[in-house]
């Protein structure tokens, strides 16, 4: 059976999260979602829209899923320390930070910032 775009959407959040170590709550909170709607997302009950707010936020939480696994070479506990450690370059811890659109957008510039070719 061949998942419809909303439905990669909504997993591939799910999965982002769950790899970053965000709780349902702190992933709910970063998507702008209440709980209840993260839990229905959760048992297929609910689909994230692409072309929504939350949508897009769950676009950005991909790409820094995306950006962070490229920096620490895809070592799932490496990333879950660096979302809960203290980012002097960031002035505060990401997991906190990406719990508003502003701090999401500050960690994907931040991250990507790492990915960019340094010019020697």
């Known amino acids: 059976m061949r998942m419809t775009s909303n439905q990669v959407l909504t997993h591939s959040a799910l999965r982002a999260g769950a790899l970053l170590g965000l709780s349902h709550a702190a992933?709910?909170?970063?998507?702008?979602?209440?709980?209840?709607?993260?839990?229905?997302?959760?048992?297929?009950?609910?689909e994230l829209q692409g072309d929504t707010p939350s949508g897009q936020l769950a676009l950005t939480l991909?790409?820094?899923?995306?950006?962070?696994?490229?920096?620490?070479?895809?070592?799932?506990?490496?990333?879950?320390?660096?979302?809960?450690?203290?980012?002097?370059?960031?002035v505060g811890t990401p997991a906190l930070l990406m719990q508003s659109e502003g701090g999401l957008n500050a960690v994907l510039a931040y991250l990507q910032s790492m990915d960019a070719p340094q010019g020697r």
């Open 62 to 90: 991909i790409k820094i899923y995306q950006s962070l696994t490229a920096n620490v070479g895809g070592d799932e506990q490496a990333c879950k320390q660096w979302v809960c450690s203290h980012n002097t370059g960031l």
């Open 27 to 46: 992933l709910a909170q970063a998507l702008g979602l209440d709980q209840s709607t993260a839990s229905a997302m959760e048992h297929g009950l609910a």
